[in-house]
């Protein structure tokens, strides 16, 4: 089992950068693939960054490629996504997402889910 709190989420003006955290419980947080998804209002859930649980293997979506950058700390139990260059369409609710084996942008495959965290980009 394990339980994921995201913060870090806020108000920013297009261009302004904002550091989302993820705080897991448990004790087998290193062997947990994790990702970080996105809702905005009135569209499906999408895949945002993922990390493979040593950190090896990183995958971003086109849209946020040279934007954001996906990070974990297995000490601390931490995942991290650090957004820079926001723009208005990058308004949504961050969720993050654990998965048991291995990593993968489907948000389908992941076994834990975070309650989610709201960014707002203003224009």
């Known amino acids: 089992q394990v339980q994921l709190v995201e913060s870090g989420g806020g108000l920013v003006q297009a261009g302004g950068s904002l550091r989302l955290s993820c705080a897991a419980s448990g004790r087998t947080f290193s062997s947990y693939g994790m990702g970080w998804f996105r809702q905005a209002s009135g569209k499906e859930r999408e895949f945002v960054a993922a990390?493979?649980?040593?950190?090896?293997?990183?995958y971003y979506a086109d849209s946020v490629k040279g934007r954001f950058t996906i990070s974990r700390d297995n000490a601390k139990n931490m995942v991290y996504l650090q957004m820079n260059s926001l723009k208005s369409e990058d308004t949504a609710v961050y969720y993050c997402?654990?998965?048991?084996?291995?990593?993968?942008?489907?948000?389908?495959?992941?076994?834990?889910w975070g309650q989610g965290t709201q960014v707002t980009v203003s224009s």
């Open positions: 990390i493979s649980r040593n950190g090896v293997r990183i």
């Open positions: 997402a654990a998965k048991a084996f291995g990593v993968s942008t489907s948000p389908g495959e992941y076994d834990y």
